[in-house]
């Protein structure tokens, strides 16, 4: 009876190895209808294909098709209905600000009315959370500002980890606004920054340093200066937006562009 406890054992293993290819699998389906739908070759009103069908045109199991349709559901793309099936939801219903939506806008070519509207919520938000957190922010809050600004100094815009540094700078001052509606928003806020970052390096490589555009909101932080922090805020958060639109049209340039925000 002992010899045969250990070969039991060993089995186990085989009999899990099957799921966590299924979560991989509904999270792909999930990404490639998300990108269908904000991209508008899935347009609000359209029914999708039924289950059966869509398991087969994924090749997926109908259990982890339904499990991308919740994906979509919980983020605001699409709904069902009794006898109708599953639907596309209207964009004002889309969780713009999830960061998932907001990878999947920027994927292919992003709308310029998005964009726009993202970089309008941006100028309404920062600069008055640049200001509040000149005057509320602790000295911590300001060491992981500069913490963040450090990292993008020695690793760039251009790497994955020097955008990293750059979103933990923007969480930290969001943060130290003391404001909880305003820090409720750091997550999106967080995410499209380092979306719209990314899309510009790749699109429009920037040949000039915007760290200095930066470094000018944290001193202003730094220094309890609220006007100043909320300018130099919205200096940024606009150079970020004409910096984005510049790489919507890359062949359209008007001279060189500083990928910032």
């Known amino acids: 009876m002992t010899a045969a406890q250990p070969q039991a054992t060993a089995r186990k293993p085989r009999r899990r190895t099957p799921r966590p290819r299924s979560l991989r699998l509904h999270g792909t389906v999930a990404r490639d209808l998300g990108i269908r739908i904000v991209s508008g070759v899935l347009k609000p009103g359209e029914i999708l294909e039924g289950e059966i069908a869509a398991s087969i045109q994924f090749n997926v199991s109908r259990t982890a098709y339904r499990e ?9 793309l699409v709904h069902s209905r009794p006898k109708i099936g599953t639907q596309v939801s209207p964009r004002s219903e889309w ?41 509320r922010r602790t000295d911590e809050q300001l060491a992981r500002m500069k913490a963040g600004l450090d990292g993008v100094a020695q690793h760039g815009f251009a790497t994955e980890i020097g955008r990293r540094c750059d979103e933990s700078f923007h969480s930290a001052l969001l943060e130290a606004s003391g404001n909880d509606f305003i820090v409720s928003l750091t997550s999106g806020v967080a995410a499209a920054i380092a979306i719209t970052t990314a899309f510009k390096q790749h699109r429009l490589p920037a040949p000039h340093d ?52």
């Open 68 to 76: 991308a349709i919740r994906i979509l559901a919980a983020k605001g």
């Open 95 to 135: 969780h713009l600000l999830d960061p998932d939506v907001l990878g999947w806008i920027f994927t292919n070519e992003p709308d310029e009315e998005l964009i726009a509207s993202l970089f309008e919520l941006r100028r309404i938000v920062e600069p008055d959370a640049a200001r509040l957190a000149a005057m």
């Open 210 to 261: 915007a760290l200095p555009v930066h470094l000018a909101v944290f001193e202003a932080i730094a220094e309890r200066d609220a006007q100043g922090a909320h300018d130099s805020m919205a200096k940024l958060v606009d150079r970020g937006f004409s910096d984005t639109m510049e790489a919507r049209h890359p062949g359209g340039q008007r001279g060189p562009i500083s990928a910032c925000c």
